[in-house]
């Protein structure tokens, strides 16, 4: 069932058009990435679909009685609103219900409601059945760790405020979610955690995002913008590379062909300038409709190259014994380390946990509290941190390459130009010659990728430089560290780009200890998980081990012991249908605040009163009569 249409939809900045007579449907249950070049319009077509922005032409239409739940790329909240007041949607009935009752309950804690007011918001969360709805938003919020819903906004960084506009629209239940770039800020377990839970909820979806996992495992449709035109595979991202090949094969061969063609027309079309008008009309017309066929752009992807690596020498980065911390946290604790040349480490762990702190530390911004690190002599060191440049806004992007190097070495002995070198990453000539201010959040941050390579370093230390890139820049990014020929340290959450360039990981798992594990991070997060099974049977078995009763050799029960097994025969079920009483009494909705906490407080006692008659009767049930 179609949920959404888009119909011949045409957006333009100025000379710039987006996309053009474009048209999509979007059924229910499908799960579609939107991919395409930064600059080429999926932010502003998902801002479109939710009414942030307007299209030069064409209609979308979105089903009666269908909502739509938007996650903007840049959250912009009130700053005087809490985070209570943002998550939960007043047009939803289930998210004012939860809201009101959290309410009542933190305000009764604090003496500030009455039990009058309690029990009324408890009812309205029987009358419409929510209590698993509250179950479900408490899992969203302790996921994305979210604790004091009354924190103003003004208080919230950047990457909370991006952490709780996703857990908004996950707990809002709309009909249609469009997200745009929902991983940003997250760690790699919140990734995963989120992947399984739209993979597991019958989502409509539609999303923008560059984490090919993530888009891999979630989502069964690929819509991609290019030359204007919107393009659909039905399959996931392996499939759309497949598919998206044998595309451009066909439309090399055509436009080729259309260029073969364009040669013999052109002649035509010259000879005989006064002859032109008793021309056909009809072949002057397909003349100009080939020209366009025939002067089009092949697409390619990005082409991988490598800058060319300083040489280093014997010595590189050697890290001792050292210490750091934040107040109480510890951070690093004795950690060691002598670097090898060519080796590409990637570093992972949750957020918080220091990973950009160590990079720090080897730039030596801060200094470790215990212990040191020496830097070779030959070691040339790229940063690319999450913070950025300061750079000029007023100038333009070419001057600002310039200013860096004027030509840029590549490791097959080539030089390219600062425009050469500009257009390898992507930016067009009319980009190039366009004001820094003027650029998108990606394109500055691919700008300030290429400023850091532009001087040749033969150390990359690389903090999280996936985040706001498109597919194909990263598709650039992995080849360009693949072919480097210096060492490569990089933080990323990116599992893609760690499988495909990373030798081994450096795991950072609490408390200031660092793991150092030599393989990818999928063989990484296998064996995590498999130790995690181990840990958990062997804690069941222990449990299993401690329950079981010293001897299981068959005796004969005494005159007493058979009496309170026979005995217990009649208590257990009688409990047991005291405890079903007390189930329907809780979930009926009446009683006062007093009552229910009452009849709480003995369905806890029945419940544990029946367990322990139960492991009674069963040791008894062991001795033979």
């Known amino acids: 069932m179609n949920l959404l249409l888009i119909e011949h939809l045409t957006k333009s900045f100025g000379d710039n058009v987006l996309f053009s007579d474009i048209t999509l449907g979007i059924d229910k249950g499908e799960k579609i990435a939107l991919i395409a070049k930064n600059g080429t319009g999926k932010s502003t077509l998902l801002n479109i679909i939710g009414n942030l922005d307007t299209a030069d032409s064409g209609t979308i239409t979105i089903r009666n009685g269908i909502r739509i739940s938007y996650l903007n790329q840049h959250p912009d909240f009130n700053p005087n609103s809490t985070i209570s007041e943002l998550i939960f949607n007043d047009n939803n009935d ?14 009764h804690q604090s ?8 029990e009324q918001a408890m009812n309205q969360i029987d009358r419409l059945n929510a209590w698993e709805y509250e179950h479900k938003i408490k899992e969203i919020l302790s996921r994305f760790q979210i604790n004091n819903l009354q924190l103003l906004a003004s208080q919230l960084s950047g990457g909370q405020k991006k952490k709780i506009a996703l857990a908004k629209v996950l707990i809002d239940q709309a009909d249609i979610l469009v997200m745009d770039e929902p991983t940003n800020h997250l760690d790699i ?5 989120l992947e399984d839970y739209l993979q597991r909820n019958n989502t409509t979806l539609l999303m923008v995002t560059h984490d090919r996992y993530f888009l891999n495992q979630v989502c069964d449709n690929i819509v991609e913008i290019e030359n204007k035109k919107i393009y659909k595979y039905k399959g996931c991202y392996e499939y759309y590379l497949e598919k998206k090949e044998e595309r451009q094969q066909v439309e090399s061969a055509e436009i080729e062909k259309s260029k073969n063609l364009y040669k013999t027309e052109l002649e035509w079309m010259r000879r005989m300038p006064q002859a032109r008008a008793t021309k056909s009309k009809a072949r002057i017309d397909a003349f100009y409709s080939l020209k366009e066929k025939a002067l089009v752009k092949s697409s390619q992807e990005l082409s991988g190259f490598g800058v060319l690596a300083e040489r280093l020498g014997g010595k590189i980065i050697e890290i001792h014994n050292i210490d750091f911390s934040y107040d109480d946290k510890v951070i690093l604790h004795d950690f060691s380390y002598i670097f090898k040349r060519g080796e590409r480490i990637g570093i992972v762990g949750s957020n918080g946990c220091g990973k950009s702190t160590l990079l720090k530390l080897i730039t030596h911004i801060i200094s470790p509290k215990k212990g040191k690190i020496d830097i070779g002599q030959t070691v040339k060191i790229g940063y690319y941190s999450q913070d950025g440049l300061q750079l000029d806004e007023s100038k333009r992007v070419i001057d600002i390459v310039k200013d860096q190097a004027e030509v840029i070495k590549l490791n097959n002995g080539l030089e390219l130009s600062a425009a050469q070198f500009l257009s390898h990453f992507g930016f067009s000539y009319n980009v190039q010659w366009s004001y820094f201010e003027s650029l998108s959040g990606g394109e500055k941050r691919r700008l300030y990728l290429l400023l850091t390579l532009c001087n040749n370093p033969n150390v990359l230390l690389l903090d999280e430089p996936t985040n706001d890139f498109d597919i194909q820049t990263m598709n650039l990014l992995e080849e360009m560290l693949l072919n480097f020929e210096g060492c490569v340290l990089v933080v990323s959450h990116d599992r893609y780009l760690l499988d495909k360039v990373t030798d081994h990981l450096f795991c950072f798992e609490g408390n200031g200890v660092i793991k150092d594990f030599y393989g990818t991070y999928t063989d990484y997060r296998y064996r995590r998980s498999e130790l ?23 005796i004969k029960r005494s005159f007493a012991q058979q009496k309170e097994f026979e005995l217990l025969e009649k208590q257990i079920p009688m409990l047991e249908k005291e405890l079903s009483e007390l189930l329907a009494t809780l979930s009926s909705g009446k009683g006062t605040v007093e009552e229910l906490t009452q009849w709480s407080i003995r369905y806890k006692e029945v419940e544990t009163e029946i367990e322990d008659k139960t492991m009674r009767w069963m040791e008894l049930d062991e001795i033979e009569n």
Not at 189 to 193: A, L, N, P, V
């Open 111 to 118: 003496c500030q409601k009455s039990n009058d007011d309690l």
């Open 189 to 193: 377990d919140m990734i995963e955690w």
């Open 532 to 554: 995690q099974k181990s840990e958990r049977k062997s804690a069941e078995k222990t449990i299993k081990e401690v329950q079981k009763p010293i001897s299981v050799r068959k």
């Open 94 to 107: 289930y998210s004012k219900a939860v809201r009101d009752y959290e309410l009542c309950v933190e305000k």
